[in-house]
């Protein structure tokens, strides 16, 4: 672990406040497996997929688990309500790829639906030799605190919630709405009621 920290630019610590948020029926968690946090949150509501199944097995219980690629959801059109993606998009190294699952995420939601992204504001890379980021989180969800980190390489090209916000955009949502903790930044989208736009 020391090895891989002294390889990586290591952000400042976030204190994020996981906010609960209404849905009705299942919510379709995108890279659910890990620290599971939208498992954590909403428990059996979730169907968490994920493409490495040891992601899964270390998940908390509660959540309905399948090993699922999100580019290529195997959901009917119009299935869930909510979807959500906690710092899962960053994992995606090509755009082509981010474009897939905001594509799928968009069919497999009926209309009115919503889709709640958290990720890290890579807009503007800090100056640094370091091939490698980490983001430690310390979490919130019902006052329990957890702790956390992700990282990764440095993607090719920026990344920032405005990115994210034209990619959803061209999937056909709407965007609702954006917060931000310090680096990293909650996403809110919504698939119109009268269809793709």
């Known amino acids: ?5 002294n390889r990586c630019y290591v952000f400042e610590p976030v204190d994020l406040d996981v906010k609960d948020f209404a849905s009705e029926g299942l919510i379709l968690d995108i890279g659910g497996g890990g620290e599971g ?3 954590r949150l909403k428990g059996k509501e979730v169907v968490a997929i994920d493409l490495l199944r040891e992601e899964l097995e270390e998940a908390a219980e509660g959540p309905l ?13 119009n299935s869930f309500t909510t979807a959500t993606a906690f710092f899962s998009m960053m994992y995606l190294d090509e755009r082509e790829d981010q474009r897939k699952v905001l594509a799928e995420a968009w069919r497999v939601l009926k209309a009115g639906g919503r889709l709640h992204l958290w990720d890290i504001d890579l807009a503007g890379r800090p100056e640094t030799e370091k091939e490698m980021y980490l983001v430690h989180l310390r979490y919130h969800i019902g006052g329990e605190m957890k702790e956390t980190g992700y990282g990764r390489r440095w993607p090719q090209e920026p990344r920032g919630a405005e990115d ?21 930044f909650y996403l809110v989208f919504a698939k119109p009621v009268q269809g793709r736009c």
Do not use: P
């Open 1 to 5: 672990m020391e090895e891989m920290v």
């Open 37 to 39: 946090v939208i498992g």
């Open 65 to 77: 688990k399948m090993v699922m690629d999100a580019r290529d959801l195997k959901f009917l059109d």
């Open 164 to 184: 994210y916000i034209r990619l959803a955009e061209e999937a056909g949502f709407q965007h609702i709405a954006t917060e931000r903790t310090k680096h990293v």
